[in-house]
């Protein structure tokens, strides 16, 4: 992009520049409050052509909605088509949800996110005694059809895209959404929407698995195949780079971490005999944006070009839809904090203004109140309108990728990219992410991470506004949302009526058949519908698997 004789008078302009005007300037001394670093890499003072001298712009850049895609995947991006607002919700019953839901529609939100209870996350019905004391607190609970159906009650399937935050059990909840679609009249080739499906990072950070990961991986797999066939504007994965982030990643194992998981998902789908070009266009992302505002810019120019060649150079994608990188992305609920709470809501318009300049298809903001409680009306509201406000107010939406060209940001771009292929490649050489989470090698990654960012803040050299700098004395923090603790028992007693009143011979029948689909090796969506037509339980359909599958135990990370 340089002709050399300008770089060589570049090169020696900018050792004049540091001989005399910034070694005066030293004399002074430079701040001692802070590092200069992303959570990945030092930062130089200033950047310049010689920091780029190797950028080829056709091959690196290049222009929006083309390979390799860095400026972003539609030609006129925001200009034609604002990002999908979307807020996570979810919380005690399906029908106190199905309220929220409603609220955040006529709010101008159009897309629906769910977020379920821990013990549905975890296979559990909510009699399950395992679940009791957490049923409905961090999500809403669903144990069967009955309680789907009251979660979309007058929410019509072919207008809202929704998106499901659940994983080892995805094939249960998928079934489930895909019956209320059937009972509204909505053909499935209709139904759109994303799973996230990701059991992969489940062992890695976030802790919601319960098969060993071969099996969860063969779940997976059998999703994918059937969205492919059944559902095919339905996103039948969404790779999570989210919760790696959020449990101490850096940005650039959030990027590797998460492509590497992507990869052994497409490997396995292929060993099926599925071409990539049936499936690689409905594979979407989550990401996490945190509050290094040039590095998260720079993450999703570099994750859209490294994603275009995996799927083109490395497995030979033909389709252009294939090559393109679709991601989510949540605000960093990690970087919330419970001292001086609405101070989250400036973190989170700054993320959000972030990944809007990174050029995402879709954003939720971690609402302030979080790190506190379920987040009220209130927060989401701000949440919704603080979208909005970046999008018909600051004037960023205008031009495509326009921080394109800078010096920093390209050489940020190409530095996150390099950093993630090694990684990438070493995780190859141990076998593939698989091996790598078995052996527990991104497990200790991670945990080095976060423990270097703790002591960061600790000693100081990291500063977060309110809790190791600018403290209020005397701050006691309250709960600003609580769920109604009743709600579990409400649950209960749904879920014992649908047990009274359905036909249980209909449903013994259909965890027999289920029950002999996990011992051979057909496709297990069809007989997970089945078994949830009939009503059964995801409590009962996840045990039947535990007996087959096992339950998985995690590797001594130290």
Excluded at 217 to 233: F, G, H, S, Y
Aim: hydrophobic fraction near 40%; proline fraction near 4%; include cysteine.
């Amino acid at each position: 992009m340089f002709d050399k004789q300008e770089l060589e008078r570049i090169r020696q302009e900018q050792t004049r520049w540091e001989e005399s005007t910034l070694k005066k300037a030293l004399r002074a001394g430079e701040r001692q409050d802070a590092e200069f670093r992303t959570s990945s890499t030092e930062t130089k003072r200033i950047y310049t052509p010689l920091d780029i001298a190797d950028l080829d712009f056709m091959r690196d850049i290049g222009f929006p909605g083309e390979y390799p895609y860095t400026r972003g995947i539609h030609p006129t991006m925001y200009r034609t088509r604002l990002w999908t607002f979307r807020q996570y919700a979810g919380y005690e019953t399906a029908e106190e949800t199905n309220k929220r839901f409603k609220f955040l529609l006529q709010e101008g939100q159009p897309g629906l996110s769910v977020a379920f209870d821990l013990p549905t996350q975890l296979g559990y019905d909510s009699d399950d005694p395992m679940a009791r004391g957490e049923v409905g607190k961090v999500g809403v609970a669903i144990d069967t059809l009955a309680d789907m159906e009251a979660l979309f009650d007058g929410i019509p399937l072919d207008q809202v895209s929704t998106s499901m935050t659940i994983n080892a059990p995805a094939a249960v909840l998928v079934a489930m959404y895909a019956a209320v679609a059937e009972k509204q009249g909505v053909p499935l080739d209709r139904v759109s929407g994303t799973v996230q499906n990701d059991i992969l990072k489940e062992y890695v950070a976030r802790g919601t698995y319960i098969f060993p990961p071969r099996p969860s991986l063969r779940l997976a797999v059998d999703l994918i195949v059937w969205c492919a066939k059944e559902m095919p504007r339905f996103n039948s994965i969404s790779i999570s780079g989210y919760h790696i982030r959020d449990a101490g990643a850096t940005a650039v194992q959030e990027m590797a971490f998460t492509l590497a998981n992507a990869m052994a998902y497409i490997d396995a789908v292929l060993e099926r005999g599925v071409d990539i070009d049936d499936f690689a266009p409905r594979i979407s992302w989550i990401f996490n944006t945190q509050s290094n505002f040039f590095e998260e810019v720079a993450k999703y120019r570099a994750l859209r070009r490294m994603w275009a060649r995996i799927t083109r150079e490395r497995y030979g994608a033909k389709d252009p839809r294939s090559w393109m990188f679709r991601t989510h992305v949540q605000t960093g609920g990690a970087t919330l904090t419970a001292q001086q709470p609405e101070l989250n809501i400036v973190r989170a318009a700054i993320q959000a203004l972030a990944t809007v300049l990174g050029g995402v298809q879709s954003l939720a903001l971690s609402c302030y109140d979080e790190a506190l409680s379920l987040p009220t009306e209130e927060a989401q509201r701000i949440a919704v309108r603080t979208q909005q406000i970046i999008a018909y107010e600051t004037g960023v939406t205008d031009t495509v990728d326009p921080l394109a060209g800078s010096y920093y940001v390209e050489w940020l771009t190409n530095e996150l990219e390099r950093k993630a292929w090694e990684y990438i490649h070493k995780i190859e050489d141990m076998g593939g992410a698989v091996a790598a989470i078995e052996s527990g090698y991104m497990q200790q990654e991670i945990q080095e991470a976060a423990y270097a960012q703790q002591k960061a803040i600790d000693e100081g050299r990291r500063i977060v506004v309110g809790v190791n700098r600018y403290r209020q004395e005397d701050e006691r923090p309250k709960m600003i949302f609580r769920t109604n603790p009743e709600a579990e028992r409400a649950q209960i007693e749904r879920l014992q009526r649908v047990r009274r009143e359905r036909d249980e011979a209909r449903v013994r029948a259909a965890l027999r058949r289920l029950e002999d689909a996990c011992r051979d090796s057909e496709n297990l969506m069809p007989p997970i519908l089945e078994a949830v037509k009939a009503y059964a339980t995801l409590g009962e359909i996840c045990s039947l698997m535990r007996r087959i599958f096992g339950e998985y135990r995690p590797p001594t990370v130290i």
